[in-house]
């Protein structure tokens, strides 16, 4: 029989879980560093990107990203925290990845585009996962509200590399090909 997440809670004394919380905090701390230093890069991949509907993608994903650190500071309040980043060597190589592939392709170029879809989705990815596995942790923890919180951004999240597939298979890989 499977228990639910307030009955699996309710089993817990004052100091289980403190491992666990611990993991959870250091999960938050990651991504608001993460979280942080993409609000930095997406407006220079989105300067770097050829097509109008691919800049209009890392802008308005900057204005979503934005909200997501505003919301990693909330989730830190909400469990008495104090917002702190913690270098995040993930999203740092993910970053530098991105920098690679503009300063590898031709300005002006879907091949460029191409890659930066594929740099953009990989971190897409990694915040997926990262946001997915927090969610999951606040629900052990007893954290309702912070799980969903940590959803909100999760369905954000999965939507824009849903935008960057779309716009890869539209039009930017066929003309990637053809350059």
């Known amino acids: ?33 993460a979280e942080n230093h993409l609000v930095k890069a997406l407006p220079k991949m989105s300067k770097a990107a050829t097509s109008e509907d691919l800049k209009m993608a890392f802008e308005s994903h900057l204005a979503e990203t934005e909200k997501h650190v505003s919301r990693l500071e909330k989730i830190f309040e909400m469990i008495g925290e104090r917002a702190q980043a913690k270098k995040c060597p993930a999203m740092e190589g993910l970053l530098q990845e991105s ?53 909100t951004t999760l369905d954000e999240e999965g939507d824009a590399d849903h935008k960057l597939t779309e716009l890869a298979e539209a039009h930017i890989n066929e003309e990637a090909a053809a350059e």
């Open 1 to 33: 029989m499977k228990t639910s997440n307030q009955d699996f809670r309710s089993q817990f004394s004052e100091n289980d879980g403190e491992k666990l919380k611990s993991l959870f905090v250091d999960g938050l701390k990651d991504l608001y560093w």
């Open 99 to 151: 920098d690679e592939i503009v300063a590898s392709t031709d300005t002006r170029s879907f091949v460029r585009d191409c890659g930066l879809i594929m740099a953009a989705q990989k971190v897409e990815h990694y915040e997926i996962a990262s946001y997915g596995t927090l969610r999951n942790i606040a629900r052990i923890l007893g954290h309702y509200d912070a799980a969903e919180i940590l959803q």
